[in-house]
């Protein structure tokens, strides 16, 4: 029923920014709420940043917080995850997520998309 897009992965410096998108898409749907994770070799997937679809509140992990921003363009049912400060042991592949309920959980994945921060 939905799909989700990303792209703006890549390779890049420490300290260097990228900026992450994710456009959903379905014959219909609502999204409560949009999110990002993301997974290193060898680690479980770790919770990134969310972002309430309606009412615009975020939430962050403790390692990203005050570096990655969460935002989206609800027009054009689009997230973004602005990355800045970014430092090796953010290398990962990142998922776009999306869920339609309350409880903070997550119905669609995407496809994930790979950053690797070199030092």
């Known amino acids: 029923q939905v799909q989700l897009v990303e792209s703006g992965g890549g390779l890049v410096q420490a300290g260097d920014s990228l900026r992450l998108s994710c456009i959903a898409s379905?014959?219909?749907?609502?999204?409560?709420?949009m999110g990002w994770f993301r997974q290193a070799p060898g680690k479980e997937r770790e919770f990134v940043a969310t972002?309430?679809?309606?009412?615009?509140?975020?939430y962050y992990g403790n390692s990203v917080r005050g570096r990655f921003a969460i935002s989206r363009d609800m027009d054009k049912n689009t997230v973004y995850l602005q990355m800045n400060s970014l430092k090796p042991e953010d290398t990962a592949v990142y998922y776009c997520?999306?869920?339609?309920?309350?409880?903070?959980?997550?119905?669609?994945w995407g496809q994930g998309t790979q950053v690797t921060v070199s030092s």
């Open positions: 997520a999306l869920g339609q309920g309350a409880g903070r959980s997550y119905d669609y």
């Open positions: 379905g014959r219909a749907f609502t999204i409560h709420a």
């Open positions: 972002i309430a679809w309606n009412e615009g509140a975020t």
